[in-house]
């Protein structure tokens, strides 16, 4: 398995703060995605790299920016949560997007009061 | 665009018996298919795939799925099921046109009843 680790595991914060959560991975995929999940509406994506410094949007981007200034790091930023962002967010890594096989961190939870 | 859709949110089912969860895809075009399960508390792991070849792909835990081009399916069985393959199943789709991103059903919740 990729060792993808996700940090903080569980965050609760206020409506109109900042919130960065982490992704690290060891295997040095070059691909690496933020999904959020919530209920009845499996995953979504949000942002995705193919690179260092190489991001682009997802289908659920608003509200959300990322960075990736090492392969094996890929930032989340809420730059002011809101309530509709409590959710579960996983990040995912990939080698080759053609297998199809992503390796998944065991989430953060994240609630905005 | 293409779009998955997973009809069961839910499917109760007694230990030992069988199960089908159903997984539809909107475009005919050439695509891989993917079953990825996600135990209690955890991140997802694929379960299994299609890329080409066999039609019918199996995974080492007893499930398998059959790949349906005229119907664009790609429906999850198991002949017998245990209380440990309690999860939630996600059907994902992919293909060249978007570049492989994939795309996601709901998720089919599997309660097992002992």
């Known amino acids: 398995d990729a060792g993808i680790t996700q940090s903080p595991r569980h965050k609760v914060t206020e409506t109109g703060t900042p919130v960065t959560l982490r992704c690290h991975q060891t295997?040095?995929?070059?691909?690496m995605y933020w999904y959020r999940q919530d209920p009845g509406h499996g995953l979504r994506l949000i942002h995705y790299?193919?690179?260092?410094?190489?991001?682009d949007k997802g289908e659920v981007s608003d509200g959300y920016s990322v960075s990736r200034s090492k392969t094996e790091d890929f930032l989340l930023t809420l730059e002011s949560a809101t309530s509709s962002q409590t959710s579960v967010y996983f990040c995912?890594?990939?080698?080759?997007?053609?297998?199809?096989?992503?390796?998944f961190g065991e989430g953060s939870r994240l609630t905005v009061l | 665009a293409q779009s998955v859709t997973q009809l069961d949110s839910q499917v109760p089912v007694f230990e030992e018996a069988p199960v089908e969860l159903r997984c539809n895809y909107s475009?005919?075009?050439?695509?891989?298919l993917f079953w990825y399960v996600q135990y209690p508390n955890q991140g997802l792991q694929l379960l299994l795939k299609?890329?080409?070849?066999s039609t019918l792909v199996e995974s080492i835990n007893g499930f398998e799925a059959e790949f349906n081009k005229s119907q664009t399916s790609f429906h999850l069985r198991k002949p017998s099921v245990h209380i440990s393959d309690t999860a939630e199943y996600f059907c994902?789709?992919?293909?060249?046109?978007?570049?492989?991103?994939?795309?996601w059903g709901a998720g089919t919740k599997l309660i097992i009843k002992p």
């Open positions: 995912a890594t990939i080698d080759r997007p053609n297998t199809g096989e992503l390796f």
């Open positions: 295997e040095n995929h070059r691909y």
């Open positions: 790299s193919y690179g260092v410094k190489d991001t």
């Open positions: 475009s005919s075009v050439s695509v891989y």
């Open positions: 299609y890329l080409s070849g």
């Open positions: 994902a789709v992919s293909d060249v046109d978007s570049n492989y991103q994939l795309i």
